[in-house]
């Protein structure tokens, strides 16, 4: 019986095969060792704690329009002002004119962007919220409750998590979202952060790698938390005792890259401490990488997609977050470093064509007003 013929590779893709091995090679080549990259995270790192310390803040600018910013405050500063809304809302009712709420718009029209703080901050623009209209009704009843049970958490000298606070009143909220705007509303209405309310996220961002810090007492060493890594606590007051060996913090997207890099422990190859979000930037994560900046002096690099979504995300870390323009000067990030690819780079490193997805409109949008955020 004769033998079956062996079939020969077609020419073109023996070509196109070799090609693409040959571009693969050309690109391992020109990583840089080890040695000569510990060498340069080395210098970014003596630049950023060399760097000054003074930041601009609004009070430095003479700006034509004023703006209004919160601070943390202390518990019993937050249960008077809330008192002293109530009382002004019970002398207004006796008097006969019924009572409103004065809460400062966070709406688009009422943010604006200062290049000079390279963040987004709350214009001075306050509307009213009157019980006996029937337009708003229904706003100023939340409003009361939310003061209320916020006064009675500050007085128990409890934390609860936001989805905590929608359940003591389902029936009146509705939805959590009813809350949550609410509660962001009083917070920009009393002038303190929202974490000064005691109302926290829950958990939702994690790090590993070479950090040691106390969190409400107990020592946590983030090189013995596992792949899955330590859950950032959503009440950052209770972080303390910072202590760092690393050259740079990662600020990772997605869970998946962070998983990777913390089963391979890319934090003992390269000292450093990785950190994600697990997509959008929650209020914990943000307020905990501004926390480590601050106090470590370590400079920040960002592993983020090469898509306009990617690019939003490391915005609201540098820039802020139109939702919570209010309390920018707390949760921004300033000069964040970019790693990854860019779209520059996939003609330049031949990037084949089914490792892309078209864009749409809206991607378009997102990109542009994100990259003018960020560039």
Same mark, same amino acid.
């Given at each position: ?35 000569? !990259? #510990? %060498? ?10 060399? *760097? @000054?310390?003074?930041? $601009?803040? /609004? ?33 207004? !009712? #006796? %008097? ?10 966070? *709406? @688009?029209?009422?943010? $604006?962007? /200062? ?18 209209s029937?337009?708003t009704?229904?706003?100023a ?28 009143d ?14 962001d ?60 060996d ?8 997605k ?121």
């Amino acid at each position: 019986m004769s033998e079956k013929k062996r079939r020969r590779p077609e020419l073109g893709t023996s070509k196109r095969s070799r090609s693409s091995s040959s571009h693969a090679h050309e690109l391992k080549n020109q990583l840089k060792p080890d040695t000569e !990259i #510990l %060498s340069s995270l080395h210098r970014l790192r003596a630049a950023t704690q060399s *760097s @000054s310390d003074q930041t $601009l803040t /609004l009070s430095d600018l003479n700006l034509s329009s004023p703006c209004r910013e919160v601070s943390d405050l202390d518990s019993s500063s937050v249960r008077l002002a809330i008192e002293r809304a109530a009382i002004a809302a019970a002398r207004s !009712i #006796l %008097s006969g004119n019924g009572f409103s709420f004065s809460i400062p718009s966070r *709406s @688009s029209s009422n943010q $604006l962007y /200062l290049p000079e703080l390279d963040r987004i901050v709350l214009k001075d623009k306050i509307s009213s919220r009157p019980f006996a209209s029937l337009s708003t009704v229904r706003k100023a009843t939340i409003t009361a409750r939310v003061l209320s049970l916020v006064h009675a958490i500050l007085l128990n000298g409890i934390h609860v998590t936001k989805r905590d606070l929608f359940y003591t009143d389902v029936k009146l909220f509705g939805d959590q979202t009813q809350s949550d705007a609410v509660l962001d509303d009083v917070s920009c209405m009393l002038g303190c952060t929202r974490s000064s309310l005691h109302v926290v996220a829950s958990e939702k961002g994690v790090v590993v790698g070479r950090l040691v810090f106390s969190d409400d007492g107990d020592r946590i060493d983030c090189t013995r938390m596992g792949i899955g890594g330590k859950a950032i606590p959503p009440n950052i007051d209770r972080v303390s005792d910072l202590e760092s060996d690393a050259l740079f913090i990662l600020l990772v997207e997605k869970d998946a890259a962070f998983m990777r890099l913390a089963e391979d422990r890319f934090y003992n190859r390269f000292p450093c401490i990785i950190v994600t979000a697990k997509g959008q930037p929650d209020v914990a994560t943000r307020l905990f990488l501004k926390k480590m900046k601050t106090e470590l002096k370590l400079p920040v690099l960002a592993l983020v997609d090469s898509d306009p979504y990617g690019l939003k995300i490391l915005s609201v870390y540098m820039c802020g977050s139109k939702n919570m323009s209010y309390d920018s000067s707390n949760l921004t990030t300033p000069d964040i470093k970019w790693l990854g690819i860019r779209p520059s780079d996939l003609d330049k490193y031949r990037v084949p064509e089914q490792c892309r997805l078209p864009m749409t409109d809206q991607d378009v949008k997102v990109g542009r007003i994100s990259w003018r955020r960020i560039s």
